[in-house]
């Protein structure tokens, strides 16, 4: 099986360094099923050794390591968007309060200058 169908998700996409390490673990699997009953010790593609258990936890735990460096930096990255939305609520709220008042306002004077407009159309 290739893991060829895999490379255009969207996260391995994303992140280059995740989509380099899962298709040299992609490899390593491939090498594995093949030499699988071989006792070859290395294999020319990845130039990983497949029988050293060693070496294949290596593999995995880089895997792992860049993976949980992935998720770190997405959540940050949430994290700081979250902020960001915060801090633009915050400032559109403050508008809408300065708006609210300018209309109390208009309203205010609108209404001062109907008075007017009635109290002088009633004395001619």
């Given at each position: 099986m290739?893991?060829?169908?895999?490379?255009?998700?969207?996260?391995?996409?994303?992140?280059?360094?995740?989509?380099?390490?899962?298709?040299?673990?992609?490899?390593?699997?491939?090498?594995?099923?093949?030499?699988?009953?071989?006792?070859?010790?290395?294999?020319?593609?990845?130039?990983i050794?497949?029988?050293?258990?060693?070496?294949?936890?290596?593999?995995?735990?880089?895997?792992?390591?860049?993976?949980?460096?992935?998720?770190?930096?997405?959540?940050?990255?949430?994290?700081?968007?979250?902020?960001?939305?915060?801090?633009?609520?915050?400032?559109?709220?403050?508008?809408?309060?300065?708006?609210?008042?300018?209309?109390?306002?208009?309203?205010?004077?609108?209404?001062?200058?109907?008075?007017?407009?009635?109290?002088?159309?009633?004395?001619?």
């Open positions: 290739s893991c060829d169908i895999f490379i255009d998700i969207y996260p391995l996409k994303k992140f280059p360094d995740v989509r380099d390490t899962f298709e040299k673990l992609c490899v390593l699997v491939e090498e594995r099923r093949t030499n699988y009953g071989e006792n070859s010790e290395s294999n020319e593609t990845s130039g050794n497949v029988t050293d258990q060693d070496e294949s936890i290596e593999v995995k735990n880089y895997f792992y390591t860049i993976i949980n460096k992935q998720k770190k930096l997405f959540r940050d990255k949430l994290r700081e968007d979250d902020k960001l939305l915060e801090i633009e609520q915050k400032e559109l709220q403050e508008k809408y309060n300065i708006k609210e008042y300018e209309v109390k306002e208009l309203e205010a004077k609108l209404e001062k200058e109907n008075l007017t407009f009635f109290s002088k159309a009633q004395i001619y």
